[in-house]
């Protein structure tokens, strides 16, 4: 059983950066395509990017596309999202997720696709 951990939230200026991380542990980490998704309050869970598990393959939510960047480790079983630019619309817990991936391409942003959930790490954007 794979078992996720963010970390690397925190509170930032609006046009600030932050960099999360998603700690793997438990399983193998290959063969599985990562996600990242955030989730404010009162609002739906949302996909933020997602990440094939060769890395080839990502995807970007409009919303961040081109301000968020997401890679991924195998090594170190780490998956990473570098955070430029903050929004005010940024802030919301942000969690990690896995998808299997057998072709080495799959990427999606629907979290019922995904399971393993990390418990979240904050992301809070304020002047």
């Known amino acids: 059983q794979l078992q996720l951990v963010e970390s690397g939230g925190g509170l930032v200026q609006p046009g600030g950066s932050l960099r999360l991380s998603c700690a793997a542990s438990g399983s193998d980490f290959y063969y599985y395509a990562v996600g990242w998704f955030r989730q404010a309050p009162g609002k739906e869970r949302e996909g933020v990017s997602c990440i094939s598990y060769s890395g080839g393959s990502t995807i970007y939510a409009d919303s961040v596309k081109d301000r968020f960047t997401i890679a991924r480790d195998n090594a170190r079983k780490m998956v990473y999202l570098q955070m430029n630019s903050l929004k005010p619309e940024d802030p919301a817990v942000y969690y990690c997720?896995?998808?299997?991936?057998?072709?080495?391409?799959?990427?999606?942003?629907?979290?019922?696709?995904?399971?393993?959930w990390g418990q979240g790490t904050q992301v809070t954007v304020s002047s």
């Open positions: 997720a896995v998808a299997e991936d057998y072709s080495g391409t799959y990427v999606s942003l629907t979290p019922a696709n995904f399971g393993s």
